[in-house]
């Protein structure tokens, strides 16, 4: 599926044409996915602050059948600035995100943990019994990561 065109679009001076170019995206994702999704993740990696923010938009436009394919490219992201716009299509989806992201406390790549720590504050409250849980795991640095996000809800009873 060729989304050149719609990924062109974004970077249009009219701001509807970058609107109806997110919506289509959107669309052709839900419709499926596997093609589409990495391909957006692709060329978030590589374009620029603006495009970047609609491509975010057109993955939260997705909605949750994003989550593997962000899950999977979040783990080799070594760009803390890429991984900031992950965080944010993660926390968009709230709750259906979290467990995903605690389990991401796991990941040797210290920029996932951190994009992780950062989506599930911004996710806020509805993330601490699964934070307090795995306060209490026994790999250490889920633990740690854990403990470290409760931190900045100053929670320390765990």
């Known amino acids: 599926m060729d989304i050149a065109p719609f990924l062109s679009r974004l970077t249009d001076a009219d701001l509807k044409l970058r609107h109806e170019a ?3 995206l959107a669309k052709l994702a839900r ?3 596997d093609p589409v999704v990495p391909e957006i993740i692709a060329a978030l990696k590589e374009a620029d602050l603006n495009v970047r923010w609609y491509l975010g ?10 989550i593997p394919f962000l899950t999977a490219a979040s783990e080799d992201e070594t760009d803390m600035a890429v ?3 992950y965080g ?3 926390a968009a989806f709230g709750e259906e995100s979290i467990p ?3 389990g991401m406390f796991a990941s040797e790549n ?3 943990r951190g994009m992780a720590a950062a989506a599930l504050e ?3 409250e509805p993330s601490l019994p699964s934070l307090m849980e795995a306060a209490k795991s026994p790999n250490g640095t889920v633990k740690l990561c854990a403990v470290l996000t409760l931190a900045k809800f100053q929670i320390y009873d765990y």
């Open 22 to 24: 997110v919506e289509q």
């Open 31 to 33: 419709q499926d996915p």
């Open 57 to 66: 938009r057109a993955l939260i436009r997705i909605g949750p059948s994003a």
């Open 83 to 85: 991984q900031k716009y």
């Open 88 to 90: 944010a299509v993660f």
């Open 100 to 102: 995903t992201l605690v």
């Open 110 to 112: 210290p920029t996932t």
């Open 122 to 124: 911004k996710i806020g």
